[in-house]
């Protein structure tokens, strides 16, 4: 007598508020797309935030070992930091408003080929980055990028327009800080920047590349300091975020480093996968090596 195949259990929890489309015809798509064959699939609308990381936290316990997010990076980031280091794997449809993991890992911003995907099995081990305790796998960081994610996130709008737009009306105000960074054990040295950006995949999401050359997988971060630049430089340095060559402006310095101490002038708001919030004058940034697995293309 034959012994009987076990499905693997998956579930699928969708945030219903990432990124702009409506999510009401995704629990039908996923149930046709996932494969019976070796899935019991189950999809859960989650209602707050922070619920996706209990879910797994729970699921975990009952031997569930895939998860996928179905949103953004600020969904991914809550779904992954409940995956560290155990036997758990993420999958994720990218439907947020940046979906900058997923670009890097080159997952198909399609739903039905990334559900496709999906059934392929194919598991990858990523790096991820710790802020203050706090576990990040796009980017982190502190300056420009974080006020405007601060000032996105409380916008009525979504998407890139809204972005565009609050990334324009912020900048004639702004002025840049000084900031000491101590990177590996190696003597202080201070930078006055626009912003600091520490880069465990090579994009903030949306095909804007900080740092193109970025290596998920090398057991470093890259530390991308933009040096303070006037408005006529504006355009150029934007436009090289998207043509993917901003490593040769010559306003960005980029640095490698596994485990840096950063020290500003005050408190302030840091970004860590897209989302906003606020810490303390010093802030600890690390890198933990292949702690998370992820189903790639």
């Known amino acids: 007598m034959n012994q009987s195949f076990v499905k693997e259990k998956i579930i699928y929890l969708i945030n219903p508020v990432s990124g702009t489309g409506k999510k009401k015809h ?4 996923i149930m046709e797309i996932s494969d019976k064959n070796i899935f ?14 209990e879910i797994v ?4 316990k009952e031997n569930t070992r895939y998860f996928v997010a179905v949103g953004g990076d600020g969904t991914v980031n809550e ?25 890097h890992l080159q997952i198909p911003l399609d739903p039905k080929k990334a559900i496709e995907t999906i059934n ?12 203050n305790g706090n576990p990040f796998f796009c980017t982190c960081g502190v300056g420009f990028d974080a006020l405007i994610g601060e000032k996105f996130g409380n916008s009525k709008g979504r998407g890139l327009s809204t972005y565009v737009k609050t990334t324009i009306r912020e900048f004639y105000n702004y002025i840049p800080d000084s900031y000491q960074l101590t990177i590996d054990n190696n003597l202080p040295v201070t930078h006055k920047a626009f912003l600091i950006t520490f880069a465990n995949a090579s ?15 090398d ?18 340095i934007g436009a090289r975020l998207f043509l993917k060559n901003i490593d040769k402006s010559k306003f960005l310095n980029i640095i490698q480093g596994s485990k840096i101490l950063l020290e500003r002038s005050y408190e302030g708001v840091v970004h860590f996968d ?5 810490m303390g004058k010093m802030l600890e940034i690390s890198v933990v090596g292949k702690g998370l697995k992820v189903l790639v293309p």
């Open 26 to 29: 995704l629990p039908e798509l």
């Open 219 to 236: 057991g470093k971060l890259d530390i991308c300091i933009m040096a303070p630049f006037k408005l006529h430089n504006a355009a150029g």
């Open 79 to 103: 779904i992954a930091k409940s995956l560290l280091n155990t036997q758990g794997i993420m999958g994720i449809i990218p439907i947020g408003s940046g979906n900058g993991l997923a670009r």
């Open 57 to 60: 936290g729970k699921k975990l």
């Open 40 to 53: 019991e699939t189950e999809v859960i609308f989650t209602r707050y935030k922070g619920e996706a990381t």
């Open 120 to 131: 392929k099995q194919r598991d990858k081990a990523i790096d991820y980055g710790m802020i």
């Open 274 to 278: 897209g989302e906003p919030c606020r």
């Open 203 to 217: 994009q903030y999401g949306n095909d804007a590349y900080i740092s193109p050359n970025a290596d998920i997988s």
